[in-house]
């Protein structure tokens, strides 16, 4: 129950952080949880990097919103989420049970790929998120950024396009909110 629990039911959005900090060791104990779920075709267009330096961590400033500022300057690691606009290229590797996908998907308008790319490396920011909650990490997801800016910042070939920020750390509950309300299944469910 204990760990239900951590990634589900008390598990809440952090903004205030710790000094604890986030090992890489932590980091690619993540990875070696969020790779494996399943994705669409498996597509796994997901890309992170891991902001955690002052240097990278001025870098990603000047992109954020205000009220998102102190939270992504003060969190041991800030996850940038991002999609890799050539995830189609790894199909034949990653889905030889399907040999035609890699030109199929080619073929498709940019958009419709970029879409697709989107849609699995969203599935996979849940699956991140579970994976840190798992091993003890508190969770700082923020959609409050300049996307273009970050991506000129970190991504300038345009290989990449972030999706989503992740603060990643100790989540320090004396600084935090109470966890928000949730909707009732009746309100979101229906049963056919």
């Not at 040999?99 to 958009?111: M, Y």
């Not at 509950?173 to 979101?188: K, S, T």
Request: proline share 8%; glycine share 8%; net charge neutral.
């Amino acid at each position: 129950m204990e760990f239900i629990e951590r990634v589900f039911t008390t598990a809440r959005t952090h903004y205030a952080w710790t000094s604890e900090p986030v090992s890489d060791e932590q980091l690619r104990e993540m990875f070696e949880l969020w790779r494996w779920p399943p994705t669409g075709g498996n597509g796994q267009s997901l890309r992170v990097t891991f902001v955690r330096s002052a240097a990278a961590k001025e870098r990603l400033r000047p992109t954020l919103a205000p009220m998102n500022v102190e939270k992504a300057m003060t969190a041991p690691v800030t996850a940038i989420l991002a999609y890799d606009v050539a995830w189609h290229e790894q199909l034949p590797r990653l889905a030889p049970s399907n040999p035609g996908n890699r030109d199929r998907v080619a073929g498709l308008p940019a958009e419709e790929r970029d879409r697709l790319a989107a849609h699995n490396a969203f599935l996979q920011a849940g699956y991140f998120i579970l994976a840190a909650r798992t091993l003890g990490l508190d969770c700082g997801p923020m959609g409050g950024f300049d996307r273009a800016k970050v991506d000129a910042a970190f991504f300038p070939d345009g290989a990449w396009r972030s999706l989503l920020l992740v603060n990643l750390g100790h989540g320090d509950p004396a600084r935090g909110f109470p966890r928000q309300p949730r909707l009732d299944f009746a309100e979101v469910c229906q049963i056919m």
